[in-house]
Nanobody
Framework: QLQFVESGGGLVTPGGSLRLSCTAS????????IHWFHQAPGKERDRVSC????????YYADSVKGRFTISRDNAKNTVYLQMNSLKPEDTGVYYCAADLSRAFCFLNVIAQYHDWGQGTQVTVSS
């Protein structure tokens, strides 16, 4: 069974930074692309970033380009999301998910992802 444990969230002031972690198990982590999603209060879950198995292929939503950096450590089954220059609109719960069919980033519909973790709450407020 797939499991995702997200951590690293918290309360920060605008312009601050956080580093999120996603530790996964139950599948061949080193062979699958990993995606980060953001769900703002009262809104749908949206993809913010993705990383391929090697780290050589990444994706960022326009809203986070230049501010967020995704990375992974296959030895630790962990993906990171470094979030800098945080804005109030970055507030919400962040989730990670695996594409069990691909090693590279493919922007599949969210319904194709399963076994969500509990997420980690990020609040950006002064």
């Amino acid at each position: 069974q797939l499991q995702f444990v997200e951590s690293g969230g918290g309360l920060v002031t605008p312009g601050g930074s956080l580093r999120l972690s996603c530790t996964a198990s139950g599948f061949s982590f080193a062979y699958n692309a990993i995606h980060w999603f953001h769900q703002a209060p009262g809104k749908e879950r949206d993809r913010v970033s993705c990383i391929s198995v090697s780290g050589g292929n990444t994706y960022y939503a326009d809203s986070v380009k230049g501010r967020f950096t995704i990375s992974r450590d296959n030895a630790k089954n962990t993906v990171y999301l470094q979030m800098n220059s945080l804005k109030p609109e970055d507030t919400g719960v962040y989730y990670c998910a695996a594409d069990l069919s691909r090693a590279f980033c493919f922007l599949n519909v969210i319904a194709q992802y399963h076994d969500w973790g509990q997420g980690t709450q990020v609040t950006v407020s002064s």
